[in-house]
Every structure is written in structure tokens, then in C-alpha cells.
């Protein structure tokens, strides 16, 4: 009940998502093959980039010679970065927007356990954030094709575009345990912003400074970084270990705390 109800309210978003984030990858990866063609005086441009700057966005790793490195430089940002701040929006206000809105005696009248809400609403965002990343990954396959790479291993294609998809959930995860704690549902948009927008800002110092280099294990986003993914062809087991560590605990807490709240009717 709680499942169908929560799948139908996110539909109007998530399509909206696909397509602004899924657009501009797949715009990106069609500019590609005009890229191809000058990619000497790309070279030559690239040159003139402060070594910070090509370290912050693993270009010194990657480069442009080919479509899979173009993405990982261009287009993956966007569907980390900007998909990271759908799942933790939508996570952060499924679960509080029943006392923010004033909905809750929905849901109080009728025989379900405050654990069910909690783990049907979770399973719900699990279940949107599954068809925007396979929307992604359907757009980027196409991507690929339009800009004329065809020799894209598999098995990297699979890990560049499951490695999102562990990150979404993982922020998502985040601001569902931590929306447990409040009741307005903008203080929850708030927090949830500052997460990811503060992840990000990490994994670009963590990047671009060894001194701080200790900075990318408290940063998701250094969990799934493109270089390491393309040149390994999987995600490192130990970030992967660390992700599922921080689901597990954040949905905890979530069914901990919401059980034992005091709702506002």
C-alpha cells in the first residue's frame, strides 16, 4: 500500500530527472566525434590546464582519446553529481513529509507497523532509483553508439554505470536515516544538499592535494571514481564493503528512531 502509493507520487520527478540528466549525457557524448577530430589541438589545450584542474577532474588519468574517457571526464560528473542530489532529495522527504504535510493520520489509521511504513517507503526509493539509473544506462548505451565507439568493453560499461547507481542509493540511504530525526520536511532538503554538495567539494580537494589525500574515505564520491573504474574494470571491493556499511546503518537508524517517535498528528 505504502509502496504503490510512494512509486505513484515519484513518478512525475524521476521522469523529469531522466530526462534533464540523461539529455545532457547524451548531449555530451554526441559532441564527441567533433572532439575526435581535433584531438591535437585538444592535446595542445590541455597543456595550458593548471595540473590542479586536470587532477580534480581526472583528466591527467583519462584524456580524450577515447569515448569512454570523454564520458568519464564530461558526462560522468553529471549523472554522479546531480543524480546524487535526486536520490538524496527524494529520500530525504519520503519518509518526513507525512508530519510536514500533515498526512500522517493517513497512515496512522491504518493496520500497518510504523517499521512497515518505513521499509516500504525505503523500498520504494530503492525501486525509483533502480529505473533512473537503467534509463541512464539505456541513454549512455545509446550515447555510446551515436558517437561511434563500438570497442566499449562490456564489463567496464557495466561498472561505469553501476557505480552510480551505489552511490545514488548511498546518499539516498543517508538522508533517509538522518530525515528520521526531523519534521520539516525544507530542514531535511537542506541537510541532504549540504551532504552531497559537501562530498563533492571533498573529493575535488581530496583529489587534487596529497596532503589531503585522507579525505576520500569519507567522501563517497571518491568511492566511485571513473579513473579508478576504467582502468580496473570494477570498483574497488573495499569502497563497495564501506557503501553497503553505510546503507545498512542508515536504514537502521532510520527504523530505530522512526518507531520511536513522537508524531505530530
Request: aromatic residues 12%; proline residues 2%.
Amino acid at each position: 500500500m505504502v509502496f504503490k502509493r510512494e512509486w505513484r507520487r515519484a513518478q512525475k520527478a524521476l521522469w523529469i530527472w531522466v530526462l534533464a540528466i540523461g539529455g545532457m549525457s547524451f548531449l555530451i557524448m554526441s559532441i564527441y566525434p567533433q572532439f575526435a577530430e581535433n584531438k591535437d589541438q585538444l592535446q595542445d589545450l590541455l597543456k595550458l590546464y593548471p595540473e590542479a584542474m586536470l587532477k580534480a577532474f581526472n583528466i591527467d588519468q583519462l584524456g580524450f582519446d577515447t569515448a569512454l574517457g570523454f564520458y568519464a571526464i564530461e558526462g560522468y560528473l553529471f549523472v554522479t553529481l546531480f543524480g546524487s542530489i535526486y536520490a538524496a532529495l527524494l529520500a530525504g522527504g519520503i519518509l518526513v513529509k507525512e508530519e510536514s504535510d500533515r498526512t500522517i493520520e493517513f497512515l496512522l489509521a491504518k493496520p500497518i507497523s510504523r517499521i512497515q511504513v518505513v521499509l516500504q517507503k525505503a523500498a520504494g526509493v530503492l525501486a525509483v532509483l533502480l529505473v533512473f539509473n537503467a534509463m541512464i544506462t539505456l541513454i549512455n548505451y545509446v550515447g555510446f553508439r551515436v558517437a561511434g565507439d563500438d570497442q566499449v568493453d562490456t564489463q567496464t560499461f557495466i561498472m561505469i554505470s553501476l557505480a552510480p547507481f551505489m552511490l545514488h542509493v548511498t546518499f539516498a540511504a543517508i538522508a533517509f536515516g538522518i530525515s528520521a530525526f526531523f519534521r520539516k520536511q525544507r530542514m531535511v532538503t537542506s541537510i541532504a544538499l549540504g551532504i552531497v554538495l559537501g562530498s563533492y567539494f571533498l573529493s575535488i580537494v581530496a583529489s587534487i592535494s596529497d596532503k589531503l589525500s585522507g579525505l576520500k574515505w569519507i567522501t563517497p564520491f571518491e568511492y566511485v571514481t571513473s579513473a579508478y573504474i576504467i582502468e580496473h574494470a570494477t570498483i574497488n571491493p573495499v569502497y563497495i564493503l564501506i557503501m553497503l556499511t553505510v546503507i545498512i546503518i542508515s536504514l537502521a537508524v532510520a527504523i530505530m528512531k522512526y518507531h520511536k517517535k513522537d508524531l505530530i498528528v
